[in-house]
């Protein structure tokens, strides 16, 4: 090959998952907001800036129809997003882009509006602590913000004046009075969040002539100045009436538990009163049935070392104090997550990990289908997962956002009769890949099924087999069926690996058994699966079994540290984001209290890896982040100690070793900046190169080697 066609090759690579830069640059689509008369929707795209450094949001409007072409209505280097239609079909959302009448202000996350009629974005209120979420009323004109206010502020002003000298003064720390104090990569405090209604305000100066288009003024009202930290991390509800606000509330309890219960905010006074609060159970409110009468709920029980949760759906009677909760679907062996009402109040239609897919379902709620036992109906065929699920106001038409393997999300509109799913126009054009994706499966020895999914390169073959990864999925309540940027099986397989990505123990979607099977006995029943599958696919002539090796994240990334102790049949390990030691992990994560519901210390110390470090002969890279939380950086700093110190491959006299360590200071659970996923990829592709294809494929050069 010339050195102008490989020139030529790495400018236009065969497919997007041919070259990192490429790939980092595919657009990336995400939420769904419907106007009240159908006529349109918008979704948020993200697009990699000129410098490849950040991601950048706009918003985009989509033909319903399916007749136009996708058009951009949002354009700044901050970026949009959150939105959300007003009832008289103005789009509200945030940004932090500058205010051009207040080119002097420091921009803060603002609320923007976008009149329904068209012209430009204008800024409808902005305050010193930003806004961080949208709620608007689909019958009312009203409309609420989720924002944060220091915890000793009295008012908005107030608040202000105390932002503005802890920055003065540079002033971070922090005193606690509970638990938790931190959440994924986020340290909790002083600010907690608070529900605001948007109310008009007062002309600052009556009478003053300008211009038609200038926007009324609007203020905020505190709905929950008592909330303390209850309403963090929390699901709100808005009535189509717009007169209450239903959400779920942490409740602290004795030892630093808390669970969560179900509120009402009455939006008049402000009054929030407690809907449902049951000792071991946790609620979240899904949508509110068209007039206004039932609430979508969602339970979840308390985790036991003994049980998994459970979670439930139900309708709450809302016509009344004290109203009645009644199961809905009791029967069905799945965990529903409810995402919108047909408009005429019939049935509910739900999503649900399912065998591989995450479908859309609707569940009748009223006529002679209906009842706590109602059997829900499958709309969607596809092998694909679905979210941000909207419905059209004629009941005929659902809008959704869909992805699988084979593609990101796109939005797609669905027949609520037929079920057929039709893509949209979208912003840009699925990626292209090479390579085929297969259902494939195994039996237990316990006669339980262990399905997953296998990319597999072009060209492999009996002849040709390729080598093979094993692909861990974290959670661990989750399932291999959507797409994901982060764990992207193309990439690899367009460096000529296939990729296994199964479903063992503890996986969603194969009911609460298949979960149950895995529960505080991680080393067991999930271990064996994944080994059973392995074994099952390496019989194929087109795998290698010769050319193995496992990955995995979070509690992926634990089962790769326990596959390390436990056998060395592959060639290569790589554990990102890590648990260890869990006897050290369990009260020093961001949610103690839940860890320390799921395991006792026995079972702990039963399913530790950290306890077979002397067995792992395998070279692994350990990648881990500083920031992240969930699973603090002491574990992948003790993994990468004690694999020097402890394993069969400890570092010599020379203090060289074949195991890695890739560590991110500014990363935490995710690898989220784009230059930092493209050199987790490149190292990732290093590793295996060495240690399955015995090629020295170069580092990133930004990692200064």
Do not use: C
Request: a negative charge; zero cysteines; charged letters at 25%.
């Amino acid at each position: 090959m010339s050195s102008t066609d490989a020139q030529s090759l790495s400018e236009h690579p065969e497919t997007p998952f041919h070259d990192l830069d490429h790939y980092l640059a595919i657009p990336r689509v995400g939420g769904l907001a419907l106007s009240r008369d159908g006529e349109r929707l918008v979704t948020t795209v993200a697009t990699l800036n000129e410098k490849g450094t950040e991601y950048r949001t706009a918003l985009w409007e989509l033909d319903p129809a399916g007749r136009k072409q996708a058009r951009r209505i949002t354009r700044s280097a901050k970026g949009e997003a959150g939105a959300v239609f007003a009832a008289d079909g103005s789009l509200y959302f945030t940004s932090a882009r500058p205010d051009p009448e207040s080119p002097d202000a420091d921009p803060v996350n603002a609320l923007w509006v976008l009149p329904s009629d068209g012209g430009e974005a204008r800024v409808a209120l902005s305050r010193a602590g930003g806004v961080n979420g949208l709620l608007a009323a689909k019958d009312a004109d009203t409309l609420f913000v989720t924002a944060s206010v220091l915890a000793g502020s009295t008012d908005e002003d107030d608040d202000e004046e105390r932002r503005t000298a802890r920055k003065d003064n540079k002033v971070a720390a922090i005193l606690h009075t509970g638990y938790p104090v931190r959440h994924w990569d986020a340290d909790l405090g002083p600010a907690q969040p608070r529900l605001f209604a948007v109310d008009p305000g007062v002309e600052p100066e009556p009478g003053k002539p300008g211009t038609v288009d200038t926007l009324p003024p609007v203020k905020l009202r505190n709905l929950t100045p008592d909330a303390g930290n209850g309403l963090r991390d929390a699901d709100t509800v808005v009535s189509p009436d717009g007169k209450t606000l239903y959400s779920s509330f942490t409740k602290p309890l004795a030892n630093a538990d808390s669970r969560t219960v179900l509120v009402a905010v009455d939006v008049a006074t402000g009054t929030r009163r407690t809907l449902l609060d049951t000792e071991g159970m946790n609620y979240t409110p899904g949508p509110v049935s068209p007039d206004g009468r039932t609430l979508a709920v969602v339970s979840q029980s308390e985790t036991t070392p003994e049980r998994a949760p459970v979670v439930a759906l139900h309708l709450l009677d809302l016509s009344s104090d004290g109203g009645e909760l009644t199961p809905l679907a009791e029967g069905w062996d799945r965990w529903p997550r409810p995402a919108a009402w047909l408009p005429d109040g019939s049935a509910l239609l739900v999503t649900a990990d399912e065998d591989g897919a995450s479908p859309v379902f609707r569940i009748s709620v009223s006529g002679p289908a209906a009842g706590g036992d109602a059997a829900p109906a499958r709309l969607t065929a596809d092998a694909a997962a679905y979210s941000d699920v909207v419905v059209a106001p004629d009941g005929r038409s659902a809008y959704a956002l869909r992805s699988s393997y084979e593609f990101p999300a796109e939005a797609v509109r669905i027949d609520l009769a037929s079920g057929e799913v039709t893509r949209l126009p979208a912003p840009a054009e699925r990626p292209a890949y090479r390579g085929s994706l297969e259902r494939v499966e195994a039996t237990a020895a316990d006669g339980t099924r262990v399905p997953g999914y296998l990319a597999l390169p072009e060209g492999a073959s009996e002849g040709s087999p390729a080598p093979l990864l094993l692909w861990i999925h974290g959670g661990p309540l989750g399932s291999w069926n959507a797409w994901t940027w982060r764990w992207n099986p193309w990439l690899l397989v367009a460096s000529g690996y296939a990729v296994l990505l199964p479903d063992p123990a503890l996986s969603t979607g194969y009911g609460q058994e298949h979960i149950q099977r895995g529960w505080g006995e991680w080393g067991k029943a999930p271990f064996t699966d994944l080994m059973t599958i392995t074994d099952a696919v390496v019989r194929r002539p087109d795998i290698d079994e010769t050319r193995t090796a496992a990955m995995g994240g979070s509690f992926g990334g634990y089962m790769a540290n326990w596959v390390a102790g436990h056998t060395d049949r592959f060639k290569a390990i790589v554990t990102h984001a890590s648990l260890w030691a869990l006897d050290q992990f369990g009260p020093t994560t961001d949610s103690a209290q839940y860890w320390l519901k799921e395991m006792t210390a026995e079972m702990a110390a039963e399913n530790s890896p950290h306890l077979h470090v002397e067995n792992i002969r395998t070279p692994m890279l350990v990648i881990h982040g500083d920031k992240d939380y969930r699973v603090p950086i002491g574990e992948g700093l003790r993994l990468w100690y004690e694999l020097l110190s402890k394993s069969q491959l400890p570092a010599d006299e020379n203090g060289d070793t074949e195991h890695r360590f890739l560590y991110f200071p500014d990363e935490n659970h995710w690898i989220l900046q784009p230059q930092h996923a493209k050199v987790w990829y490149g190292v990732v592709e290093h590793f295996l190169a060495k240690n399955l294809l015995d090629k020295d494929l170069p580092v990133p050069d930004e990692l200064g080697l």
